[in-house]
């Protein structure tokens, strides 16, 4: 199964979902499949699931997607359990497993060798947890996921190979920015604005 497959399902679906990406070729596949500044590609390698776990706690009426990778949820498997703790309904955890270390050359991951992330997610408390083997499976797994009641955890066994995509077109600077003005935009929000001195404000 190739993951561009799923994505193209996904990118149907997700709507105005915020989603978190890690730093490698999920990103780019994604952002491929549903362009835009509701994107936000995560630098710090693990980071995916606690980052889009955090958005969805702080905007629990807005869909978040957490595109997650098996090196990278490898490096950060305590954000399931809190995960499971808070379950925010309106947060969907897709797991791309590929079984290496894609972006940093090619190095085999633990899943490879056996280690299961949904039986992790299970243990961890994640009762909305599955595998999925092709898009189609996706569709309805995804659709149900995005209407559930509680947190979900995907899983895609995908193989290594990337797709041919245009490169991801802005750095991470520009693309905080991006994210964040959309966030405000969408939400009514302030997150973000200059504090002037107060010699500025008294001359005004
Ligand atoms: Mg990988």
């Known amino acids: 199964m190739k993951?561009?497959?799923?994505?193209?399902?996904?990118?149907?679906?997700a709507g105005d979902a915020l989603v978190v990406t890690g730093a490698g070729a999920n990103t780019v596949?994604?952002?491929?499949?549903?362009?835009g500044d509701g994107n936000f590609r995560v630098r710090t390698m693990g980071l995916v699931s606690s980052i889009a776990l955090g958005m969805a706690l702080g905007l629990p009426h807005r869909q978040v997607i957490a595109i997650d990778g098996d090196g990278s949820l490898l490096m950060n498997l305590c954000s399931l359990p809190t995960i499971a703790r808070k379950n925010p309904p309106n947060l969907v955890h897709v797991l791309v497993d590929n079984e290496v270390y894609e972006a940093s050359g090619e190095i085999d991951t633990a899943t490879g060798a056996g280690t299961d992330l949904v039986a992790v997610a299970r243990g961890a408390g994640i009762r909305r947890a599955s595998w999925v083997n092709s898009?189609?499976?996706m569709r309805t797994v995804f659709s149900e996921a995005l209407e559930a009641r509680d947190a979900t955890f995907i899983g895609l066994k995908v193989e290594r190979a990337r797709s041919e995509v245009p490169p991801y077109p802005m750095d991470e600077v520009e693309n905080k920015y991006?994210?964040?003005r959309h966030v405000?935009?969408?939400e009514?929000?302030?997150i973000l604005s200059a504090h002037m001195p107060a010699s500025f404000l008294k001359d005004s």
């Open 135 to 137: 898009p189609d499976e």
């Open 29 to 35: 596949e994604w952002y491929a499949c549903r362009p």
């Open 3 to 13: 993951r561009i497959d799923c994505f193209k399902v996904m990118a149907e679906l």
């Open 178 to 180: 991006r994210f964040i």
């Open 184 to 186: 405000e935009q969408t």
């Open 188 to 190: 009514g929000l302030s």
